[in-house]
């Protein structure tokens, strides 16, 4: 073997490990190259995930914000209203009450419906009657006979220039108080019930609709 030839061979080798060297280099830069990239979309999926779900949660929290807001902005236009509406019938209520002490007949029922409770609540003895002074003596002298009867002694019966309707029943330092002012004292607990049946009406009404 000559010199040539042994130079060629050297030659051969020597490209042919560059050649392996750069397959290896190539595969391992392709290789490096593609986990990079998978990492860098692993990453992208990571990111684009968390980021929706911060948008989804701030969606979420914007729109129980603007719920709240307009259920605070309903309840508050919905108690002006009911304060409103209130404020109007209070002195219907008062009134419906005298026109029903004006009739005979309802004003019986009032007058019944007093003395029952009074006959549970207060002890026997010498009542007294406050009633409103255009009560006639005629009316009332047949309830007088009657409370005679159930508690031993005749009754009182007092005009009292203060009561326009109902009746004060007192007995021995204790009072029941069935006035047109007695009946309305507690105006929290009315008001809610005037509210009650204002909304079963609503409901009613939409449900008939």
Known sequence: MNTDERERRLLALIEEYQAAEC????????AEATAL??????????????RLVSERANARSRLQAARAENETRLRASGDRANARLLELAWPCLRQALVARWAVPRSRRIWVDHAVARARQRLPVGLWTLRHPPDWAASEWAPLEAQLTNALDRAPHFRADGALTAGLVI?????????????LLRDRRRIEARLLALLARHSTHARVGS
Do not use: I, K, M, P
């Open 37 to 50: 990239v998978s990492e860098a979309w692993r990453r992208a999926r990571v990111q684009l995930h968390e």
């Open 170 to 182: 007192e007995a021995d330092g204790a009072v029941l108080d069935a006035s047109l002012d007695g």
């Open 23 to 30: 397959r290896t280099l190539r595969e391992g830069a392709r």
